[in-house]
């Protein structure tokens, strides 16, 4: 069975800080597939990024960084110089390679609440 | 533009009715997906379907029906038999890939684009 584990309820910090956000997973399968995502206010899950699990560069977006260890089972989010507009819930997610293909949805961790205080 | 049209966004039910949430997409997507979302619960599937007319239950299905007479329809119905309906609904697609191995083509690999969901209250 899949699980992903986000151990942070919430987190708070001062606009400008650096943050992390920790996702750890759990699966069998030697070909997965890793996702965060963002949920604003407003409510619509908004795709951040995807990697799969023989990649493991990882990788920047501005201000936005994804590190990804297989070694530990970990897909770390970090944003750096937080703006207040990066206030939102994030969530990691997980995606196993069916045997038969096709697709079955993504299995999501509860959740990171990030407040960025200006 | 292309995307995922979720109604009503608040809907408000008393118990013992059924209650059905429409989820509209034009993005040419052959699958479509609904998700739970409770307070501090993250997203839990319950339901998914690939194709027309076929469907599979998720993790909490129970209480919950679903259609797909249409490539572009996934209508949810929570049913009296939900115990504890109130919650956020999203409804979610993606593109359907049937092959195997690590590259981005292959299944698991799918995208899924949400719907701004719709959020139910029993009274």
């Known amino acids: 069975a899949q699980k992903v584990t986000q151990a942070q309820t919430e987190i708070s910090v001062v606009e400008k800080e650096d943050v992390t956000l920790d996702c750890v997973y759990e699966?069998?399968?030697?070909?997965?597939?890793l996702f965060w995502y963002k949920q604003p206010p407003s409510g619509e899950l908004v795709f951040l990024i995807r990697?799969?699990?023989?990649?493991?560069q990882n990788e920047i977006s501005g201000r936005y960084s994804w590190n990804f260890q297989k070694s530990t089972s970990s897909f770390n989010f970090t944003i750096t110089a937080s703006q207040v507009v990066d206030s939102a819930v994030y969530f990691c997610?997980?995606?196993?390679?069916?045997?038969?293909?096709?697709?079955?949805?993504?299995?999501f961790g509860k959740g990171t609440h990030l407040i960025i205080q200006p | 533009d292309g995307g995922i049209t979720q109604s009503p966004k608040y809907l408000f039910r008393k118990e013992g009715q059924n209650v059905t949430l429409s989820c509209e997409q034009n993005?040419?997507?052959?699958?479509m997906y609904w998700y739970r979302q409770d307070p501090g619960q993250g997203l839990r599937l319950i339901y998914y379907?690939?194709?027309?007319?076929?469907?599979q239950k998720g993790d909490i299905a129970e209480g919950y029906s679903v259609s797909r007479e249409k490539k572009e329809s996934f209508p949810l119905t929570v049913t009296s038999a939900q115990k504890n309906p109130t919650a956020f609904y999203l409804c979610?697609?993606?593109?359907?890939?049937f092959g195997t191995g690590s590259g981005l083509g292959n299944s698991g690999a799918n995208v899924l684009t949400f719907g701004a969901g719709s959020r139910l209250t029993v009274l």
């Open positions: 979610a697609s993606s593109i359907l890939s």
């Open positions: 379907s690939q194709i027309v007319n076929d469907f």
């Open positions: 997610a997980l995606s196993e390679a069916l045997a038969g293909g096709g697709a079955d949805g993504l299995t």
């Open positions: 990697r799969n699990s023989f990649d493991e």
């Open positions: 993005l040419n997507h052959d699958a």
């Open positions: 699966t069998r399968d030697t070909t997965y597939y």
